[in-house]
C-alpha cells in the first residue's frame, strides 16, 4: 500500500497529471519556503483556491514563480481529493544574492560601467538593481527595484557632446552607451556642428494591472543647452515631460533562457532546455502618451503619441522568431523631442547616424537560432532586418539596416557576449561592435 501512494504521489508531480486534472476545482494552495514568508509566494501565485484547474494555467501560474528568480529549487505537486476536487503543493528553497559586474569597452568611443543586482534580502522575493556608466559623451546613474505587482525606477544622466548634420537629413547617434563615431567617416558630407549638453532626471512606476496587463507613469525632466543657440531650430530650455501608458503581454515566458545569479534562478532551466511539444505563438504591445508645457514647467509644448506591437513564435526546438511594429506622431515637438529613426528600429543593428521628424514607423523582423543549448549555456546567432521611415519637410526619409548578432551567455551569468555586424542598407556603411550586456 505504501508503494502505491509513493507511485501516486510521483505521477501526480508529472506534466501527465496535470493534464488528467483538467476541470477540477482547487481546494487549497500550500507553500513551504526557507526565508521568505509563504504567503508572499502564495500571493504570487496566480491559481487560488476556488479556481477551476487546467494544465495551461498551471503552467503559466509555475511560470510566474520562475520568473521572481530568487529560488534554488522549486517543487509542484498536486495531490487528488475524492470530491473532484485538489490542491496544489509548492515547495520553494529561495535565498538572497547580492552580484556585483564591472565591464569596459573601446571603439569609436570607449565605455565602462558597474552594476550591482540584489535579490529577497528582504524576504519579498523583491529584486533591486543599481547601474552606473560613463564615457567619453557622458555618464548615468540608475538604480530600481520590483517587488509583486508594483515597480520602482530611477535615473540621472548628463550627455556632453557634439551633434553633427549631414547631407540627405543625417545627423549622428549619440548617446551615453554607444561606441559607434561618425567623426571623419563622413567629413564630405558635413553640413553643420553644434555642441549639446544635457541633463535629465527620470522616474517610472509600473503597476501590473493583471499578469498580462500594466500601467506605467514616466515623468521626466530634461533640459538642453547649446553652445550656439542662434540656430533657429535649436531649442535650449527646459523639456519636462509626463508619459503615460499601458503594456500587454501574453504567453511569453519573461525569464526564459535569461539566466541566473549566483546560482538563483534557474529553477526553469531543466524546462527550457526541453523541447516544446508544439510551436508556441505570444504577442506584446505597448501604448504610451507625453505631454509636457506649461503645467510640466517645460519652456516648449510637446506632444506626443506612440506604440509598439510584437508578435512571437517560439518553435518546438525554441527557436524564435520575432515580428515588430512601432509608430510614433509628434503632434507638437521642437528639435529636441524630434521622432528619430533610431527610435522606431528594433535595437538589434548598431549605426553611427539616423534620420529625424516629425513623425514615423518602422518594421523589424528578427530570427534567434540555438546554435548550441545544452546545461552549460546558450550558442546563438540572430540575423534580422529592420526599417523605418520618418516625415520631414513634405517626404519621407528611409532607415534601413540587416545584419546579425552571435553570442554566448552561460547559465549562470546573465550577461551575453558577442559579436554585432550591422549593415546600413540606406546609406551603405557597416558596423562591427561587440555585445555584452543583458537582463536578468
Given at each position: 500500500?505504501?508503494?502505491?501512494?509513493f507511485?501516486?504521489?510521483?505521477?501526480c508531480?508529472?506534466?501527465?497529471?496535470?493534464?488528467?486534472?483538467?476541470?477540477?476545482?482547487?481546494?487549497?494552495?500550500?507553500?513551504?519556503?526557507?526565508?521568505?514568508?509563504?504567503?508572499?509566494?502564495?500571493?504570487?501565485?496566480?491559481?487560488?483556491?476556488?479556481?477551476?484547474?487546467?494544465?495551461?494555467?498551471?503552467d503559466?501560474?509555475?511560470?510566474?514563480?520562475h520568473?521572481?528568480?530568487?529560488?534554488?529549487?522549486?517543487?509542484?505537486?498536486?495531490?487528488?481529493?475524492?470530491?473532484?476536487?485538489?490542491?496544489?503543493?509548492?515547495s520553494?528553497?529561495?535565498?538572497?544574492?547580492?552580484?556585483?559586474?564591472?565591464?569596459?569597452?573601446?571603439?569609436?568611443?570607449?565605455?565602462a560601467?558597474?552594476?550591482?543586482?540584489?535579490?529577497?534580502?528582504?524576504?519579498?522575493?523583491?529584486?533591486?538593481?543599481?547601474?552606473?556608466?560613463?564615457?567619453?559623451?557622458?555618464?548615468?546613474?540608475?538604480?530600481?527595484?520590483?517587488?509583486?505587482?508594483?515597480?520602482?525606477y530611477?535615473?540621472?544622466?548628463?550627455?556632453?557632446?557634439?551633434q553633427?548634420?549631414?547631407?540627405?537629413?543625417?545627423?549622428?547617434?549619440?548617446?551615453?552607451?554607444?561606441?559607434?563615431?561618425?567623426?571623419?567617416?563622413?567629413?564630405?558630407?558635413?553640413?553643420?556642428?553644434?555642441?549639446?549638453?544635457?541633463?535629465?532626471?527620470?522616474?517610472?512606476?509600473?503597476?501590473?494591472?493583471?499578469p498580462?496587463?500594466?500601467?506605467?507613469?514616466?515623468?521626466?525632466?530634461?533640459?538642453?543647452?547649446?553652445?550656439?543657440?542662434?540656430?533657429?531650430?535649436?531649442?535650449?530650455?527646459?523639456?519636462?515631460?509626463?508619459?503615460?501608458?499601458?503594456?500587454?503581454?501574453?504567453?511569453?515566458?519573461?525569464?526564459?533562457?535569461?539566466?541566473?545569479?549566483?546560482?538563483?534562478?534557474?529553477?526553469?532551466?531543466?524546462?527550457?532546455?526541453?523541447d516544446?511539444?508544439?510551436?508556441?505563438?505570444g504577442?506584446a504591445?505597448?501604448?504610451?502618451?507625453?505631454?509636457?508645457?506649461?503645467?510640466?514647467?517645460?519652456?516648449?509644448?510637446?506632444?506626443?503619441?506612440?506604440?509598439?506591437?510584437?508578435?512571437?513564435?517560439?518553435?518546438?526546438t525554441?527557436?524564435?522568431?520575432?515580428?515588430?511594429i512601432?509608430?510614433?506622431?509628434?503632434?507638437?515637438a521642437?528639435?529636441?523631442?524630434?521622432?528619430?529613426?533610431?527610435?522606431?528600429?528594433?535595437?538589434?543593428?548598431?549605426?553611427?547616424?539616423?534620420?529625424r521628424?516629425?513623425?514615423?514607423?518602422g518594421?523589424?523582423?528578427?530570427?534567434?537560432?540555438?546554435l548550441?543549448?545544452?546545461?552549460?549555456?546558450?550558442?546563438s546567432?540572430?540575423?534580422?532586418?529592420?526599417?523605418?521611415?520618418?516625415?520631414r519637410?513634405?517626404?519621407?526619409?528611409?532607415?534601413?539596416?540587416?545584419?546579425?548578432?552571435?553570442?554566448?551567455?552561460?547559465?549562470?551569468?546573465?550577461?551575453?557576449?558577442?559579436?554585432?555586424?550591422?549593415?546600413?542598407?540606406?546609406?551603405?556603411?557597416?558596423?562591427?561592435?561587440?555585445?555584452?550586456?543583458?537582463?536578468f
Amino acid at each position: 500500500m505504501k508503494k502505491f501512494f509513493f507511485l501516486l504521489f510521483f505521477f501526480c508531480a508529472s506534466p501527465l497529471c496535470a493534464q488528467n486534472q483538467d476541470g477540477k476545482i482547487i481546494s487549497r494552495v500550500q507553500a513551504q519556503t526557507t526565508r521568505m514568508n509563504p504567503k508572499v509566494l502564495l500571493e504570487r501565485f496566480p491559481l487560488k483556491p476556488g479556481d477551476r484547474f487546467t494544465a495551461q494555467a498551471y503552467d503559466r501560474a509555475q511560470d510566474e514563480l520562475h520568473d521572481m528568480r530568487v529560488f534554488k529549487k522549486l517543487d509542484f505537486t498536486l495531490t487528488p481529493r475524492p470530491d473532484n476536487k485538489l490542491d496544489i503543493n509548492i515547495s520553494a528553497e529561495d535565498g538572497y544574492f547580492i552580484f556585483p559586474l564591472a565591464f569596459a569597452s573601446g571603439g569609436g568611443k570607449s565605455v565602462a560601467a558597474l552594476s550591482l543586482a540584489a535579490g529577497n534580502l528582504f524576504k519579498q522575493g523583491e529584486m533591486s538593481f543599481f547601474f552606473g556608466g560613463v564615457s567619453q559623451d557622458g555618464f548615468t546613474v540608475n538604480a530600481g527595484t520590483a517587488l509583486g505587482k508594483h515597480s520602482f525606477y530611477a535615473g540621472y544622466s548628463k550627455i556632453n557632446t557634439n551633434q553633427r548634420f549631414y547631407k540627405n537629413d543625417w545627423s549622428n547617434t549619440f548617446g551615453v552607451f554607444s561606441t559607434s563615431d561618425d567623426e571623419g567617416e563622413y567629413t564630405q558630407d558635413l553640413l553643420a556642428q553644434v555642441h549639446t549638453r544635457k541633463e535629465s532626471f527620470t522616474f517610472s512606476y509600473t503597476r501590473e494591472l493583471t499578469p498580462d496587463l500594466s500601467l506605467f507613469l514616466r515623468p521626466e525632466l530634461a533640459r538642453y543647452q547649446y553652445a550656439d543657440s542662434s540656430l533657429i531650430r535649436l531649442d535650449p530650455g527646459a523639456h519636462n515631460t509626463l508619459t503615460a501608458g499601458l503594456q500587454i503581454s501574453d504567453n511569453i515566458r519573461k525569464g526564459a533562457n535569461m539566466g541566473a545569479l549566483s546560482g538563483y534562478g534557474l529553477t526553469d532551466k531543466k524546462k527550457s532546455l526541453t523541447d516544446l511539444p508544439k510551436t508556441r505563438f505570444g504577442h506584446a504591445g505597448k501604448l504610451f502618451y507625453t505631454d509636457g508645457g506649461s503645467w510640466s514647467a517645460s519652456d516648449y509644448r510637446i506632444s506626443k503619441l506612440g506604440m509598439q506591437a510584437t508578435w512571437l513564435a517560439e518553435f518546438k526546438t525554441r527557436h524564435l522568431l520575432a515580428l515588430e511594429i512601432k509608430a510614433q506622431n509628434a503632434f507638437q515637438a521642437h528639435f529636441s523631442d524630434e521622432i528619430l529613426s533610431t527610435d522606431l528600429l528594433s535595437g538589434q543593428g548598431r549605426y553611427d547616424r539616423q534620420l529625424r521628424g516629425q513623425r514615423g514607423a518602422g518594421a523589424s523582423a528578427g530570427f534567434v537560432y540555438y546554435l548550441l543549448r545544452n546545461n552549460t549555456g546558450l550558442l546563438s546567432l540572430a540575423p534580422f532586418y529592420e526599417t523605418a521611415y520618418v516625415y520631414r519637410a513634405g517626404r519621407y526619409l528611409n532607415h534601413s539596416g540587416a545584419g546579425a548578432t552571435l553570442s554566448y551567455k552561460l547559465w549562470r551569468f546573465p550577461f551575453p557576449v558577442g559579436i554585432n555586424y550591422t549593415h546600413n542598407l540606406t546609406d551603405g556603411s557597416h558596423q562591427t561592435a561587440f555585445v555584452f550586456g543583458g537582463a536578468f
